[in-house]
């Protein structure tokens, strides 16, 4: 069975500077999260859907974070302007069940941003 | 306001021996609990889980002891091996109101263990 894949695996940019990344979860699985982890600290969600509507965007950063999930199954999350604090490394979920009993999440290797 | 912590930023341990992970919680809304291990240059991977309604979880290696009075996790590893060097995140989840399902998962800082031959 497929993995979550995620790309670009790098990317480095310059502040103030766009970035995308994009996520395709395992085949199935309704519900997909989008993380930031910064050095030295777990992974901090982002943004949450279920199938293709949002379930939980409270800790995004929504004057420069945006995130969408066409069809319910990719997901692309963008970063317009970048800042210097936004290099950290983006790691995509998915899960089978959604936010049910055993909410066990599988991660992509993630895309590591650095903004210069 | 972090709500899971892991106090110890690394932990070394001889092949052989028993590795303790410890991790800490403020919520008392958290009702589940999980274990993520992470190599470099990949994803973290999901290792073991405890609900709240027990006390302990055994898989293979791997045991996890939840002491709800004193919000306090443990992941036990018997006996480590040099392939379990990675780090470790503890997760929590709290049950949504009216018991229907699980909300997002917090993470703690994770502790990077060390196995040594």
């Known amino acids: 069975e497929a993995g979550v894949a995620q790309s670009p695996r790098y990317k480095i940019i310059e502040k103030r500077q766009s970035v995308a990344f994009w996520c395709n979860p395992i085949?199935?699985?309704?519900?997909l999260y989008w993380y930031q982890q910064i050095l030295g600290q777990g992974p901090k969600l982002l943004i949450q859907?279920?199938?293709?509507?949002?379930?939980?965007d409270s800790q995004l950063p929504k004057d420069r974070f945006s995130a969408e999930r066409l069809k319910g199954v990719d997901s692309t999350l963008k970063i317009q302007p970048a800042k210097l604090e936004d290099s950290a490394v983006y790691l995509c979920a998915s899960s089978l069940k959604g936010a049910t009993a055993k909410n066990i999440q599988y991660f992509g290797a993630g895309t590591r941003l650095s903004v210069l | 306001d972090q709500q899971v912590k892991q106090n110890s930023p690394s932990l070394s341990v001889q092949e052989g021996r028993i590795s303790i992970l410890n991790c800490d919680y403020t919520?008392?809304?958290?009702?589940?609990f999980l274990w993520y291990k992470k190599y470099p240059a990949e994803g973290p991977t999901f290792l073991i889980s405890i609900s709240s309604i027990k006390d302990k979880n055994e898989d293979g290696r791997f045991t996890v002891f939840l002491n709800k009075s004193a919000k306090h996790l443990s992941l036990h590893i018997v006996p480590s091996q040099p392939g379990d060097s990675a780090v470790y995140f503890c997760?929590?989840?709290?049950?949504?109101?009216?018991?229907?399902?699980?909300?997002?998962?917090?993470f703690g800082q994770g502790t990077i263990l060390t196995v040594h031959p």
């Open positions: 997760a929590a989840s709290p049950y949504n109101a009216g018991g229907t399902s699980y909300g997002k998962l917090t």
């Open positions: 085949s199935g699985h309704a519900t």
């Open positions: 919520n008392s809304m958290f009702d589940y």
């Open positions: 859907f279920q199938n293709n509507g949002v379930v939980d």
